[in-house]
């Protein structure tokens, strides 16, 4: 999932083009140490939520998000922000 930001990735411009790739940039971070991620399978069994935090946090700002597990007609897994929060 991730590397297939690099290709959205500017080395020149250290910037994103075609899209978001600050996933990307922060594991090829020269100052990211730690990577910690977690797995949660959705409830109503329609995919599985991945979620991973870079220490120090680096080039990415630090939110709290709020996700969701919901269908789409386009795909049978995805997530949409909503009112279970992770941090």
Request: some cysteine.
């Amino acid at each position: 999932m991730w590397v297939k930001q690099k290709f959205k990735y500017d080395r020149g411009t250290n910037k994103c083009v075609g899209g978001d790739c600050r996933s990307y940039t922060q594991i090829i971070w020269k100052h990211s140490k730690r990577l910690g991620c977690a797995r949660i399978k959705c409830d109503n069994n329609i995919g599985t939520l991945v979620r991973c935090n870079y220490d120090p946090p680096g080039n990415i700002p630090v939110y709290s998000f709020q996700f969701q597990c919901v269908q789409f007609h386009y795909t049978s897994k995805f997530y949409q922000p909503s009112s279970t929060k992770i941090k």
